[in-house]
């Protein structure tokens, strides 16, 4: 049978991560370690500056008062006695797409495993409102979709890489294999001044702006299809490095 390491941001008692647990729990040996708290936007930040308690809460069943990437890392090093054959951060209550990958938890759960060399696949659930502190999410239709997307994966012959999927509230059930779009963030600044006289901030994600065109994630979502986008973990710009070639060379 195959083996799952089961992440996610929203913590060990989302009802994202335990409908997806349950899903895939009849098919694979499903070992979960998720954060205890909800962990949004931290990216793949590692706790360094406190220790790390971990809280084993049932057969294969964790708790870390830490982020994905520490769950991730914890699991893999000292938890997992097998590697498993893929890593699934999710399903998180709220969109994943474009730039958002580069602030998700869900996503660095996801890349967090891929340093490990095991295939990653991120998930997110779309409400079905704007606002999705206010809106539905489909768990069991979602976590059935989940399943069968990482049964497909499982099949492929030297699996690797990292996949980021999005699956609208209402979706025509169609999972098509997507680029990224472009989404971009003005957070909301709120100035506030504490009893003492200090000023303080909160910082909101404002009303970011989306476009993509054909064959992207946030086409894909409009239209009421499920985004899959292949993500590499590479950052060099080789066009830049052309341009910088020589101009140094009298320093």
């Given amino acids: ?17 335990l409908s997806l647990m349950e899903s895939l729990s009849e098919e694979y040996d499903v070992f979960t370690v998720a954060p205890s708290t909800e962990k949004s936007a931290v990216s793949m930040a590692l706790t360094l500056n406190s220790p790390l ?10 708790s870390v008062d830490g982020t994905p990437s520490d769950c991730v ?24 797409l474009s730039e958002d990958i580069l602030y998700s938890g869900t996503v660095g759960g ?11 696949l991120a998930v997110s659930m779309i409400s079905d409102k704007d606002s999705y502190s206010r809106g539905k999410y489909d768990f069991e239709s979602s976590a059935e979709i989940v399943k069968d997307v990482a049964r497909k994966l499982l099949s492929l012959s030297g699996l690797k890489g990292i996949y980021n999927m ?6 025509n059930k169609k999972v098509i294999v997507t680029s990224l779009g472009n989404k971009r963030y003005k957070p909301d600044i709120i100035e506030r001044t504490d009893p003492r006289g200090k000023k303080y901030y909160w910082i909101g994600t404002g009303n970011p702006t989306s476009t993509g065109k054909r064959g992207s994630d946030i086409w894909a979502v409009k239209n009421g299809y499920i985004s899959l986008s292949p993500l590499r973990f590479n950052l060099n710009c080789f ?13």
């Fill in 53 to 62: 308690r971990v809280n084993k809460l049932r057969e294969n069943f964790y």
């Fill in 166 to 171: 999005n699956i609208p509230y209402k979706n």
């Fill in 110 to 120: 996801a890349f967090s495993g891929f340093l490990y060399d095991v295939p990653a």
């Fill in 239 to 251: 066009e830049s490095s052309l341009k910088l070639e020589g101009i140094f060379d009298e320093i």
């Fill in 73 to 96: 890392n914890i699991a893999m090093r000292k938890l997992v006695k097998k590697k498993p054959d893929i890593v699934i951060s999710g399903m998180n209550m709220g969109e994943n």
């Fill in 1 to 17: 049978m195959k083996k799952i390491l089961l992440t996610n941001d929203d913590g060990i008692r989302s009802m994202g991560i």
